[in-house]
């Protein structure tokens, strides 16, 4: 049994590791131990200390991924700094509550079935990260399986599970870590064969593990390095333009005609340069293009004289009583008319609604600028030349099915256009962009991204990153991506393990308290 002290010690190395397992502080070798101290910690601890000991590894966790969210609420919502971190810390304290569940259920499941039953700690996470997905509109950042996306062999896997998958494999071997350093129970030393089923017991897992990670490993980078789909489908070149317009100045009426012909002018260097559908970011027009025909109309000439689309980012109003706002992605087609439309379907809370309103009146400031947005409804596609794409407005591509089910409705090309000027100089960027990687492996797509001040760029059906900007850089990026049809186990089936693990859970826990 740990001393209280060593526990806690433990826990907090945990949430260290985890931290630094994401861009742009970590590596993402940390997140194959980041759970192990915590699971030695939490292995011989109480259930009411289980819970705490996860509750502190989570509260690490989010304050060292999720702190920039303090600066945009300050610098951005107009929030006094004390209320800002007020608010984003009530935030790491709900999130931090999924942690210290996995801590807490998995306790329960060993003090029922023995520390071999410890090996279910990988199914109780990808649970807990289910949960955090979905629950209160959920907020899915740094996923565990996310550490990973630029680790191609294995982030390969959630061509076949989703950032689930991965999310599996990472924790199995902390798991395993955990068990071969704690050894086993007492029970199960008495066991047939005394210390040598202890010692079988203590290693066999680490030895399965350690093949099926050799195993995905192997499979992953041959299939990485095939790359059979980049030589299938219709070509496609790409412009994408990165404005790079501070937050502050991006709705300065004074500012407001030098940002947009920034933008035409850009537009017109990436059509020189071949580019076939050129890419604006998110809400990039420092107008509504609805409601502003002049302007509308030099984009509408613009997409006309070279016969080239354009898809670019602009807030839309539905007329009615009360009137609602969207944040929407519209698609001028090679002939200046609009072949589309997309509206958002996950909001950003505290960003573009306030959740529980009546409640949290003082966070009211943060919406005032950009008004109360309403949610969209469908997942649109938008027709481009015979070809259906899709788009995700920023922080909506960390929502695995949300990009699944564009890609089951028959989206060849994923695109994303993001703002990610509210992030300034932090890790947000680095992570926003990671985790739009893994959609593309997921579904076996090229993805495409235009961020306002980046990183902008083309990751290929592998999550090979062709493109890339820099970031705080204006900057005009063509290259090439492919209008795919394949389609992968994950795209055709979903999320089916990380619910088949939420279920297993359910079912461990209730049948845990039968076991003496």
């Avoid at 870590?177 to 050894?183: D, E, H, I, P």
């Avoid at 095939?226 to 994408?240: F, K, L, N, Q, Y």
Wanted: net charge positive; glycine share 8%; hydrophobic share 50%.
């Amino acid at each position: 049994m740990l001393t209280s002290r060593a526990d806690l010690t433990l826990a907090t190395v945990s949430g260290v590791l985890l931290v630094l397992s994401f861009p742009k502080f970590g590596h993402p070798a940390f997140s194959w131990i980041a759970l192990t101290p915590l699971l030695m910690a939490v292995s011989g601890a109480t259930l009411r200390r289980a819970f705490l000991l996860g509750l502190t590894t989570g509260l690490i966790y989010f304050t060292g991924t999720l702190y920039w969210i303090t600066h945009v609420m300050a610098v951005y919502g107009g929030l006094q700094t004390w209320v800002a971190i007020a608010i984003n810390a009530a935030l790491i304290a709900y999130l931090a509550l999924f942690p210290a569940l996995f801590a807490l259920l998995t306790r329960r499941i060993v003090m029922g079935y023995g520390r071999l039953a410890l090996m279910s700690a990988p199914v109780v996470w990808v649970a807990t990260e289910l949960g955090r997905t979905y629950l209160f509109s959920g907020f899915p950042w740094v996923l565990l399986g996310y550490s990973q996306a630029a680790v191609l062999p294995i982030a390969q896997l959630a061509s076949l599970f989703g950032v689930y998958g991965v999310s599996m494999l990472v924790a199995a071997v902390s798991t395993v870590l955990a068990m071969a350093v704690a050894g086993p129970t007492d029970r199960l030393r008495q066991g047939a064969g005394g210390q040598e089923a202890g010692h079988s017991v203590r290693y066999a897992p680490a030895v399965v593990v350690l093949v099926i990670v050799l195993g995905v490993a192997i499979w992953g980078g041959r299939r990485a390095a095939a790359s059979e789909w980049t030589h299938t489908g219709e070509r496609i070149r790409v412009g994408m333009i990165q404005g790079n317009v501070d937050q502050a100045q991006k709705w300065d009426v004074t500012r407001a005609s030098t940002i947009f012909q920034d933008y035409l002018r850009m537009t017109r260097q990436a059509i020189r340069e071949g580019a076939e559908l050129v890419l604006w970011p998110e809400s990039s027009t420092p107008f509504l293009f609805e409601e502003n025909p002049a302007e509308a109309a030099q984009v509408r000439a613009l997409a006309q004289q070279a016969r080239v689309p354009i898809l670019f980012g602009s807030d839309q109003i539905e007329r009615g009583r009360p009137d609602k706002y969207f944040n929407s992605a519209f698609l001028l087609r090679a002939d200046g008319t609009i072949g589309g439309v997309y509206r958002k379907m996950h909001l950003v809370p505290f960003g573009e609604y306030v959740p529980m309103q009546r409640l949290l009146f003082f966070a009211a400031p943060l919406t005032e600028q950009s008004g109360t947005f309403s949610a969209g409804l469908n997942p649109e596609l938008l027709p481009l030349n015979g070809h259906p794409i899709s788009v995700a407005i920023c922080y909506e591509v960390v929502y695995p099915d949300l990009v699944r089910q564009f890609v089951a409705g028959g989206s060849e090309l994923l695109t994303t256009i993001t703002n990610d000027a509210w992030f300034g100089q932090t890790s947000a960027p680095s992570q926003h962009f990671q985790q739009a990687s893994m959609r593309a492996i997921e579904n076996g797509r090229y993805l495409v991204r235009s961020a306002n001040t980046g990183i902008s760029g083309i990751v290929d059906p592998y999550g090979r990153v062709v493109e890339q900007t820099a970031i705080f850089q204006p900057a005009v990026l063509v290259g090439e991506a492919r209008y795919l049809r394949t389609s992968t186990f994950y795209s055709r089936h979903g999320d089916i393990l990380a619910y088949a693990s939420a279920f297993a859970t359910a079912a461990l826990v209730v049948l845990a308290r039968r076991v003496k």
